[in-house]
């Protein structure tokens, strides 16, 4: 039993943060593309605009997923310290985008281990035009939280 918990203490401790910055330039995820192990943390930092974070159905852009996550919308800049939290249960592809607006329609995707066939630059021509949808009751599937 010990054994299982100092295992457990060592996954936690190896585990990466990933930080996605959210708006930084325009209509953008930066990067639009990681790649993450699961137990990894992925941070979502609003750096500029008026953005969100939103797991995604590779197949039907701009929707949200069952079973996702969603961030709250958020302003972002240089003083805003709100992340947006989300462990990586298992290295299957996470495409997201953002719901407000027509940002997803104008290419505002992005991924976590996408698939080789399925890349961001797909899920971003596939979104051109698409209606987003915000999920309703966010944020959940991750965690809202300042930076210090």
Request: hydrophobic share 40%; glycine share 10%; with cysteine.
């Amino acid at each position: 039993m010990i054994f299982t918990r100092l295992l457990s203490l060592a996954a936690v401790a190896s585990a990466a943060t990933i930080v996605v910055d959210v708006g930084k330039g325009g209509l953008t995820f930066t990067p639009d593309s990681v790649t993450a192990a699961k137990g990894d943390i992925v941070e979502f930092h609003f750096v500029g605009g008026v953005h969100d974070a939103v797991k995604g159905d590779f197949d039907k852009p701009c929707t949200p997923l069952a079973g996702g996550f969603a961030s709250t919308t958020e302003t972002g800049s240089a003083t805003n310290k709100n992340i947006f939290r989300v462990t990586v249960n298992d290295t299957a592809p996470v495409y997201y985008y953002c719901s407000v607006g027509a940002h997803c329609a104008n290419g505002m995707v992005a991924a976590i281990n996408p698939a080789a066939d399925k890349t961001v630059e797909a899920y971003r021509t596939a979104s051109k035009g698409a209606k987003s949808v915000r999920p309703v009751g966010a944020p959940f599937g991750g965690e809202m939280t300042t930076s210090t």
